[in-house]
């Protein structure tokens, strides 16, 4: 089945307002706390549900037309009837959650997730009575196999962190849709350019805008989009969360959103270079690169995905120590956590994303100590391939 993916067009303009209070060709910042009412009949108006003015709302936490402009364009690019904005990809990921299920009710997670998702499901959830199951990732079978008569919630990543699994998400969705299973997909590594989870029947799509959403690794967000029933039910919670993205960061968002389509599609590039010439570089032991034939997922990878993205991962000679040494040795790549903006970052995710862990959870995990992660950025794709070769030479002194 094929996919219809938004285009660069679709980032510069999709869900963008006509109507913009003195004809600004840029959204305006509302930086508002509160909204006004002239006078009580005006109130009665707004909470009968019939103000003209269709942005106004109450108060800040409720809604701000900069917040809902970008709101718009991420419904737009996900292919969703609504989408909501929030303070971070955690507040999203969070509220959505909460929202979903109760006390007595169980989720199912797959295994290779962000950290403080599983953090949130095992931990933090299980508190409110919430059951989980880890299932081992991208495995449908097990997955089925997890689904009790309580299951209320399923989530994947897509692609996965730091090993890039992609999840057939038509069977994903499929088999949720028959146990009356919620589907959700934290599509932060695919992006709208390369993924449209929605239009392979998954019911909710999740991305932390931090990434390639905003992509200048300067601002915070994170979006849920769907349905608007089920986005009705995540905005009840977030008036009550506070999760809501501030106003500014919406700004700087929205903008960062409508260079998304010539980053990602640079991203795309440069990282199916850099995993090809890794392949084939001594003392990498594994590459990790869904665009690449010898990722465990390439056949599903490419009928889901327009790009393999800008994260590749891999394992080098040496363990930590090694790792070590060529993490060290990048220039133009900079240590840091966090991914998917205009600058190529690195990081060891056995010492970063997963310090807290002990060896064994390293290990079950999958983390070995000699994995690196790196995410391109939109530097010439000769530089980053120039950058990685001599860092990977660092092994070898
Ligand atoms: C970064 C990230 C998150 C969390 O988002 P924040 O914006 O940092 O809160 C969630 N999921 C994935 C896949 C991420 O990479």
């Known amino acids: ?73 991420i419904a737009a690019l996900d292919g969703a009837e609504d989408a909501l904005l929030f303070g971070s990809g955690m507040a999203a990921i969070t509220t959505a959650v909460l929202a979903f299920v109760k006390s007595g009710e169980h989720v199912i997670l797959f295994r290779d997730a962000y950290r403080r998702t599983r953090q949130f499901i095992t931990t933090n959830l299980a508190r409110l009575g919430v059951e989980h199951t880890l299932v081992e990732t991208s495995d449908l079978d097990a997955f089925e196999r997890a689904i009790t008569p309580k299951t209320r919630l399923a989530i994947t990543e897509f692609p996965t962190n730091p090993y890039l699994r992609c999840v057939d998400l038509w069977k994903f969705a499929a088999i949720c849709r028959e146990a009356r299973v919620k589907s959700l997909v934290d599509a932060t590594f695919s992006t709208p350019y390369n993924a449209q989870p929605l239009a392979q029947g998954v019911d909710v799509v999740i991305h932390s805008a931090t990434k390639y959403l905003s992509g200048h690794n300067d601002v915070l967000g994170g979006s849920v989009a769907g349905s608007a029933l089920l986005i009705s039910l995540v905005r009840e919670l977030r008036d009550v969360l506070g999760g809501i993205c501030d106003p500014h960061a919406a700004a700087l968002i929205g903008r960062g959103m409508k260079t998304l389509a010539l980053r990602v599609e640079r991203q795309n ?10 392949e084939v570089q001594q003392g990498v032991d594994r590459v990790y690169y869904p665009g690449l034939p010898s990722h465990p997922d390439h056949a599903s990878a490419r009928s889901q995905l327009r790009g393999g993205g800008g994260v590749v991962s891999f394992v080098v000679h040496g363990g930590r120590e090694g790792a070590r040494r060529v993490v060290d040795a990048f220039r133009l790549a900079t240590i840091a956590p966090s991914l998917g903006g205009v600058e190529s970052l690195v990081e060891q995710p056995s010492l970063m994303s997963y310090s807290e862990l002990s060896p064994e959870e390293l290990a079950e995990h999958g983390i070995v100590p000699g994995l690196i992660r790196l995410s391109v950025g939109i530097e010439e794709t000769e530089d980053v391939l120039a950058d990685v070769k001599q860092a990977i030479a660092a092994l070898h002194v």
Do not use: C, W
Not at 31 to 43: E, I, N, P
Not at 269 to 278: E, F, I, K, M, N
């Open 1 to 73: 089945m094929k996919i219809a993916l938004p285009t660069s067009t679709d980032a510069v303009h999709a869900g963008s307002r006509e109507d913009r209070p003195d004809h600004t060709l840029a959204p305006s910042i509302a930086q508002t706390a509160s909204y006004t009412f002239a006078d009580s009949a005006d109130l009665e108006r707004y909470l009968a549900g019939d103000d003209p003015n269709p942005e106004r709302q109450e108060y800040g936490r409720y809604g701000n037309p900069t917040v809902r402009e970008v709101e718009q364009r």
């Open 269 to 278: 590039a440069t990282g199916l270079a850099v995993a090809r010439a890794l």
